[in-house]
């Protein structure tokens, strides 16, 4: 089953708007604590705001830490002797997935799209196919553009084929990083 995500947005989406505004409350709370020290006449109100202002902090961290488990490694990743393909759970893969097109629209709110899911194998990587992006999966653009993003994400690889298999996902197979491309060897 696909996940559905909100599509970008110019005006910020939450995973942007948050952490930022977590920081916010932290100084601010910070700063509430200091002052109440400072007018004693003011001060439980101060004190009061501020541990306010600390607990949505708190919450706004335990957004981020909900948002990047998978970047963060809390549950740990799975990873291969030769290549880190950690960069696939990340915000940024969602971002490549959006920007070359491998979404489906969502048939309830057109507001959403439905971003595949990306897993990690013992060869590679395999994305599931929904929609009618089955030959937009297996073709050379689309396999150069991933291999592209995973090279620029700091992982030395190459995307050596693509393969639909009948269980609804398409399997990439992905060698160490070579210097040569595939028409040269």
């Not at 505004?21 to 004190?47: D, E, T």
């Not at 961290?61 to 799975?78: F, K, M, Q, S, T």
């Not at 969502?106 to 971003?115: G, N, S, V």
Request: aromatic share 14%; with cysteine; hydrophobic share 40%.
């Amino acid at each position: 089953m696909a996940v559905r995500c909100r599509k970008p947005q110019e005006g910020g989406t939450p995973e942007k708007v948050i952490p930022p505004l977590g920081w916010l409350f932290l100084v601010c709370g910070i700063a509430l604590w200091i002052l109440a020290f400072q007018v004693p006449w003011f001060g439980q109100y101060c004190i009061f705001f501020g541990t306010c202002s600390l607990g949505l902090a708190l919450g706004c961290l335990g957004y981020w830490v909900y948002l990047h488990a998978d970047e963060i490694r809390i549950w740990g990743i799975p990873h291969s002797k030769n290549v880190d393909l950690s960069v696939i759970y990340t915000a940024k893969m969602k971002a490549f997935l959006f920007q070359t097109n491998t979404t489906a629209p969502d048939p309830y709110d057109p507001r959403y799209q439905q971003l595949p899911h990306v897993r990690r194998t013992k060869d590679g990587l395999k994305i599931e196919v929904i929609g009618k992006l089955r030959q937009w999966l297996i073709s050379d653009q689309f396999r150069d553009s991933l291999e592209s993003f995973l090279n620029c994400q700091g992982c030395n690889v190459s995307v050596q084929n693509a393969q639909y298999h009948p269980d609804g996902w398409v399997y990439f197979t992905i060698i160490c990083g070579i210097k040569s491309d595939r028409l040269r060897f």
